[in-house]
């Protein structure tokens, strides 16, 4: 079958403002309709997380000094300031409010509000024993982000990937890394589960992959796999939400040495930068490494083939195959 054309910071806000607008889960368009926004569990334990840090810093009070004698550890406090873990317990929360002197009932109750928001489970949670280490939490932001910018290098972007080409790259590893074949399964359902933010009718998310040539020439379990992640990737990009560029290998430019992904959220929500290291992954909003790899993306965007030129690189390719 032949392949188709494709046709900063985050300001302080006032206690009450920022707790109201968070727990509400609202934002405001173009025209000031307020309108409601997607927010998950995930999302909600990051935003419950930066106030609970940002009331901690206000008092001028370090981790250890605010969970003392509160029945839970400054780990644990620590692990729920970054989002990575919830509060279980209300009177936990509680005691925190009474800590930072919380004493408004408005505000207490939207920040309670948020925090029994982020105590429901999310989609992802059955597969989390076969997630690396920060994948949860970047599952969880992803499907709350209103444009993703992604840079591969090696192997084709996991929300690209066809069913085929995915269960064939982690049976390819399985032997090496000694996984079990429910390993390999539960990955794949995970994967395939994830693109559904790429296709929702409601909202879906705005993304641009670059891809290296050789991410694209790296053969994954047969031609025949190759071929038809070709044609998947080429309609994905006729798409008015996805845009897909390749860098050619014989271009002699700058090629950012590790993968990342940029997320950009709707309203006063600073962006998330995601990179791959060896056994893990690496989440951060720090306002240097966003500005960094949105630098390193457009430098590569600029120098990357048009995206009108994708599916002509995408047939030529799957002629080479034979």
């Known amino acids: 079958m032949p392949l188709r054309e494709q046709g900063s910071s985050e300001g302080e806000q006032g206690m009450a403002d920022s707790a109201h607008e968070r727990a509400e889960g609202q934002q405001r368009d173009a025209e000031g309709t307020q309108v409601a926004a997607r927010r998950g569990a995930t999302f909600r334990r990051r935003e419950l997380g930066k106030e609970l840090r940002r009331l901690r810093e206000k008092c001028d009070l370090t981790i250890d000094e605010a969970a003392d004698g509160l029945g ?41 509000t948020l925090h029994r928001e982020s105590l429901s489970s999310d989609w992802w949670t059955p597969y989390r024993a076969v997630m690396p280490s920060g994948m949860p939490m970047w599952v ?10 992604a840079w591969h290098s090696q192997l084709v972007f996991g929300l690209l990937q066809t069913e085929s080409y995915a269960r064939a790259m982690f049976l390819t590893a399985k032997a090496v890394e000694e996984t079990t074949t429910e390993f390999v399964e539960y990955n794949v359902r995970v994967r395939m589960e994830r693109q559904q ?26 031609p025949e796999v190759m071929r038809e992640q070709y044609e998947a990737i080429a309609e994905l990009s006729r798409r008015d939400n996805v845009t897909v560029q390749i860098l050619p290998q014989s271009l002699a430019t700058y090629r950012a040495e590790g993968n990342f992904i940029v997320l950009d959220f709707d309203g006063h929500v600073g962006s998330v930068v995601q990179m791959d290291l060896p056994t893990t992954i690496s989440v951060t ?31 030529q390719l799957a002629r080479e195959l034979g």
């Open 72 to 112: 839970f550890s400054e780990t644990k406090l620590g692990r729920v300031e970054t989002g990575h873990n919830a509060l279980p317990r209300v009177k936990d929360m509680e005691a925190l409010l009474d800590r930072y002197g919380v004493a408004d009932i408005d505000d207490r109750e939207s920040l309670l």
């Open 140 to 149: 969880g932001l992803e499907a709350d982000a209103r444009a993703m910018r």
């Open 197 to 222: 933010i790429i296709t929702r009718e409601d909202s879906p998310v705005e993304l641009r992959v670059i891809l290296d040539e050789s991410a694209l020439r790296h053969v994954i379990g047969s």
């Open 285 to 315: 909003d720090k306002e240097r490494e966003v500005w960094q790899h949105n630098r390193r993306f457009d430098a590569m965007r600029e120098r990357a083939l048009a995206p009108a030129e994708t599916v002509r690189f995408l047939e």
